[in-house]
DNA sequence: GTCTATAAAGGGATAGAC
DNA sequence: GTCTATCCCTTTATAGAC
């Protein structure tokens, strides 16, 4: 089934993959519409502004992650099965769209409207799904003591840091690409070690 | 000692106030002039470009951080103790300029050229002050194993990631800035704990 | 050194023809 | 739906008077 490729949705992958996966996030519209080999004015012709075009992008792009998140964190597995997979979905997307971080950081997080609109239910999200299991775990001994919000925070730290950083971490390790993406995968067992002080299970199902 | 503000020094330290303490990453040179209550022509009479006092503010104010840091890895003291040091100025730094890491993301990381000017010496530095003593320590049994590389991006992670996405952990925790500073200043002792796995002594002279 | 006025460039949006 | 032409706004940079 080969379909003409109908231009809205033409336009709005080429924007998701100039933005997040060559990096270049500052893009005009022109530049956008050139990759696509579309005329500039159809980008307001379907998206009516600009702003509307990255707003549509960045939800899809959520959307996608955001539901794979939960259907981790909506099945009954132990806690830490559900981080081990979340760091594996987390690291696994942003290996295959490496500027979506940086997207985020640099065009949402500048503007609190932006952000709030975006990321309004992520906050009893992780509420709700870690900070009961976490204390729990603390509970049982099956963990050492943490607060509930550090522990987040160190979690999203070093999930997040080394995407955003990219070209810093390149130049002080002297990583090319692949060196690199290499480095990113092996953050799984890092982070996991990290956060609960014993190593990864070699399988979790 | 009052001396009358040289215009040149006022148009810098407002644009280090504007840039770094109010987060206004993106103002324009108006704003900057109108902020240090001069005409806008003058900014470009004394740094030529507004790339070029963006350079010159960045430059100090990596300079600045950069002394700070050096007297502490430059010094004889035990590993586990620079560290504990190194956190307290970096996180102490970067409570008084609130958007300095911002910038330095917005700005500096988006292009990479940017970047090696100003942390071209920053890889010797790691590799010298952190690899080997960290593997002394390793090998005398005082930490658990760990990557040297994967330790330094931790503990950047876990140092930089809360600066930088303020606005987000602000939202998902419901804190107001006082609270939001009392957690940044929190993060010293969790980071230590999490880098060694042991508590940060009470008393480091 | 400091000001006003103006040039020049870049980019987003829109009207109107096809 | 798609194109061209044009408008408009923002912002930086500079020329020239004081």
Known sequence: ?????QTETLIKETA???FF?????KATTQQIADEA????????????????LFKTVLEEAIHET?????????????????????????????????YMQNFI??????DPEKMKEHFSRKRSHMMKHIVPPLKKEIEKGSM?????????VNMMSMCSYPLIAKPFIQNMFSYDDKAYKK?????????????????LPEQIP
């Open 37 to 52: 080999g579309v005329n500039r004015a159809l980008i307001n012709y379907y998206f009516r502004s600009r702003d509307q």
């Open 105 to 110: 950081f640099t065009e949402i997080m500048q």
């Open 183 to 199: 480095f990113l995968k092996e953050r799984k067992k890092v982070i996991y070690k990290v956060l609960f002080n014993e190593e």
């Open 144 to 152: 050492s003591p943490v607060d509930p919000e550090h522990f987040i």
């Open 66 to 98: 955001r539901s794979k998140v939960d259907s981790i964190f909506n099945s009954d597995e132990p806690f830490k099965n559900k981080i081990s997979k979340y760091l594996d979905v987390f690291i696994d997307r942003n290996v295959e769209f490496p």
């Open 21 to 25: 996966q060559k990096g270049l996030l």
């Open 16 to 18: 998701k993959r100039v």
């Open 1 to 5: 089934m080969i379909e003409a490729p």
